[in-house]
């Protein structure tokens, strides 16, 4: 399935401002105890690109990705996912 994640201008996440996607490269989430949906410890992206820029803002670039689903796409989260790790594929 193909998800959508939008980052800054230069392909930096907009949490951190470190994490840089790149079209062929695999994303790993940083590593933390108690990861959160919303929070450090996953990569986040969408099954609708109009959902990628809560939290975002204007210019951004919009990637697609793949990847499995470790939390969201639920009630709380509908449109949002938390992964380990992304594949940029453009």
Known sequence: MIYY???RPDGTDF???TI???????????????PRIC???????ADVPA????GG???CRL??????PHAGFDADHPHKGGFKQLKVIR
């Open 57 to 59: 803002s204007w210019p």
């Open 51 to 54: 959902e990628t820029l809560i």
């Open 63 to 68: 990637f697609e990705v793949t990847g499995k």
């Open 5 to 7: 994640k939008a980052t």
């Open 15 to 17: 949490f951190s401002g």
């Open 39 to 45: 929070g450090p410890g996953f990569l986040h992206a």
């Open 20 to 34: 840089l996607y790149e079209p062929g490269k695999t994303i790993r989430a940083p590593r933390v105890d108690k």
